[in-house]
Antibody
Framework: EVQLVESGGGLVPPGGSLRLSCAASGFTFSSHWMSWVRQAPGKGLEWVANIKQDGSEKYYVDSVKGRFTISRDSAKNSLYLQMNSLRAEDTAVYYC?????WGQGTLVTVSS | DIQMTQSPSTLSASVGDRVTITCRASQSVSSWLAWYQQKPGQAPKLLIYDVSSLESGVPSRFSGSGSGTEFTLTISSLQPDDFATYYCQQYNGYFGQGTKLEIK
């Protein structure tokens, strides 16, 4: 069974940084593209970033380019999202995803 | 980037109606497409994956079809529990803008 478990969310002031982690199990992690998606309060679903199996390709939605970095560690079956220069509009529930499988999400709140 | 365009943005329908929501991709996404249902205050729920495969536990009145760049989600006979917002998504990529299904 595919399992994705996010961690690392929390309250951070504007301009701050946060690193999200996603522990993957139940499948061969190194064989799949992975991604992060988010949903701000009262808003629609938004894809944030994705990363190729070997980490050689990474793509980002325009609003986070230059601020967020997606990475992965196949030895640890883990996906990460380093978020820098956080803004109020980054407040959202962040989900780790592999194809149609999602984790339960972790809440990131950017506020002073 | 492959962009996803979903229509309509709002759909008013009655219990028992057959409804169809369309999702168009800016280029082929092969069969890597899913549909989600979301109700206020709840996490998204997977309905359909791989274009037309019904997720376990989802009622058979939901169905998905299409290929390449054009896809549809059909609800054969609307039930009161189906009034929600629906999203399509290319796996690991962009979502459609969402379709809010309202009671007429």
């Amino acid at each position: 069974e595919v399992q994705l478990v996010e961690s690392g969310g929390g309250l951070v002031p504007p301009g701050g940084s946060l690193r999200l982690s996603c522990a993957a199990s139940g499948f061969t992690f190194s064989s799949h593209w992975m991604s992060w998606v988010r949903q701000a309060p009262g808003k629609g679903l938004e894809w944030v970033a994705n990363i190729k199996q070997d980490g050689s390709e990474k793509y980002y939605v325009d609003s986070v380019k230059g601020r967020f970095t997606i990475s992965r560690d196949s030895a640890k079956n883990s996906l990460y999202l380093q978020m820098n220069s956080l803004r109020a509009e980054d407040t959202a529930v962040y989900y780790c995803a592999r194809d149609q499988y999602w984790g339960q999400g972790t809440l990131v709140t950017v506020s002073s | 980037d492959i962009q996803m365009t979903q229509s309509p943005s709002t759909l008013s329908a009655s219990v028992g109606d057959r409804v169809t929501i369309t999702c168009r991709a800016s280029q082929s996404v092969s069969s890597w497409l899913a549909w989600y249902q979301q109700k206020p205050g709840q996490a998204p729920k997977l309905l359909i994956y791989d274009v037309s495969s019904l997720e376990s536990g989802v009622p058979s009145r939901f169905s998905g079809s299409g290929s390449g760049t054009e896809f549809t989600l059909t609800i054969s006979s609307l039930q009161p529990d189906d009034f929600a917002t629906y999203y399509c998504q290319q796996y690991n990529g962009y979502f459609g803008q969402g379709t809010k299904l309202e009671i007429k």
